[in-house]
């Protein structure tokens, strides 16, 4: 790693800069960049995947680590000093030009492999609800490690009852473990964001009996799309729910942030249960 060319050359020579419409903030810090490859544990000889690398700083990281990298890229400018990385890497960078939201990764990411990936902000929400919503369980994927903007990483780990508990909350949860790994200054970016940052990961355990993800992923929204609402009103169009309020003995007047991650998932098992 230390023949490599300062990270910030590399920027000045192909005159790349943050796309703001793309999301893009690039982490320069060598040393935290080696932290957050490190937070899946040992990567040598591990398949990583790694959404918008930009100009490459996570992935000299993960490639230092020993992995072997899977980088998706949508930005063409960055291209080129990536296939310069791979070549001082030969056999361990693979780049897929093109946008991760039409990607299927099953096609270029081996099962096993940690998603590793300073997500571009105006996309990190929806490739994390793809990921918690695989039907396939365990998942392709053996951890995640992201990166968001802070407020995003406390609705991720949020606990029933506070401001930041919601739908996210429990798709992370009902059968994953997530945690915050590490907060991540704005001024460690180029250029700063005006919110700070955090890591999250994520690593899935055994999913619940009877409970699938459609169900759950209906409750969720119809709970939480009213969360104002006592439950009797924000579940009375979901077949089943309120019916399954009942058996559980859920009192009905409660509204979706107070209801555990147990709850939900024995409340989805339930609906589920009366549509059989």
């Given at each position: 790693?230390?023949?490599l060319?300062?990270?910030?050359d590399v920027i000045?020579?192909?005159?790349?800069?943050?796309?703001?419409?793309?999301?893009?903030n690039?982490l320069l810090?060598?040393?935290?960049?080696?932290?957050i490859?490190a937070?899946p544990?040992d990567?040598?000889?591990?398949?990583?995947?790694e959404?918008?690398?930009?100009?490459?700083?996570?992935?000299r990281a993960?490639?230092g680590?020993?992995?072997?990298?899977?980088?998706?890229?949508?930005?063409d400018?960055?291209?080129?000093a990536?296939?310069?990385l791979?070549?001082?890497?030969?056999g361990k960078l693979?780049?897929?030009?093109g946008?991760a939201?039409?990607?299927?990764?099953?096609?270029?990411?081996?099962d096993?492999t940690?998603?590793?990936a300073?997500?571009?902000?105006?996309?990190?929400?929806a490739?994390?609800?793809r990921?918690?919503?695989e039907?396939?369980?365990q998942?392709?994927w053996?951890?995640?490690?992201?990166?968001?903007?802070e407020?995003v990483?406390?609705r991720?780990?949020?606990?029933?009852?506070?401001?930041a508990?919601?739908?996210?909350s429990?798709?992370?949860?009902w059968?994953?473990a997530?945690a915050i790994?590490l907060?991540?200054?704005r001024?460690?970016?180029?250029?700063?964001p005006?919110?700070?940052?955090?890591?999250?990961?994520v690593?899935?355990?055994q999913?619940?009996?009877?409970?699938?993800?459609?169900?759950?992923g209906?409750?969720?929204?119809a709970?939480?799309?009213?969360?104002?609402?006592?439950?009797?009103?924000s579940?009375?169009?979901?077949?089943?729910?309120?019916?399954?309020?009942?058996?559980?003995?859920?009192?009905?007047?409660?509204?979706?942030?107070?209801?555990s991650v147990?709850?939900y998932?024995?409340?989805?098992?339930?609906?589920g249960?009366?549509a059989r």
């Open positions: 790693m230390s023949s060319p300062p990270l910030r000045a020579r192909h005159g790349l800069r943050a796309n703001k419409a793309l999301g893009q690039f810090d060598g040393q935290l960049l080696a932290r490859a937070i544990g990567l040598d000889g591990q398949n990583v995947y959404v918008g690398p930009g100009p490459g700083g996570l992935t993960l490639l680590a020993g992995a072997y990298v899977v980088a998706v890229e949508r930005d400018r960055c291209i080129a990536l296939e310069e791979s070549a001082l890497f030969p693979t780049i897929v030009p946008d939201l039409a990607i299927d990764e099953t096609e270029i990411a081996a096993g940690h998603i590793v300073n997500l571009p902000y105006n996309i990190g929400t490739l994390l609800v990921w918690l919503t039907e396939k369980w998942p392709w053996r951890s995640l490690t992201l990166m968001f903007q407020e990483a406390r991720i780990v949020a606990r029933p009852g506070s401001p508990y919601g739908r996210l429990v798709l992370a949860q059968r994953s997530a790994a907060k991540v200054h001024s460690a970016f180029v250029p700063p005006k919110v700070m940052s955090a890591i999250v990961h690593t899935p355990k999913a619940p009996d009877g409970v699938d993800v459609q169900t759950i209906n409750l969720t929204q709970a939480f799309g009213q969360r104002r609402k006592m439950l009797r009103q579940l009375k169009n979901l077949p089943g729910a309120l019916e399954s309020l009942d058996t559980l003995g859920i009192d009905e007047t409660r509204r979706a942030e107070t209801l147990d709850e998932v024995d409340l989805a098992r339930a609906i249960a009366t």
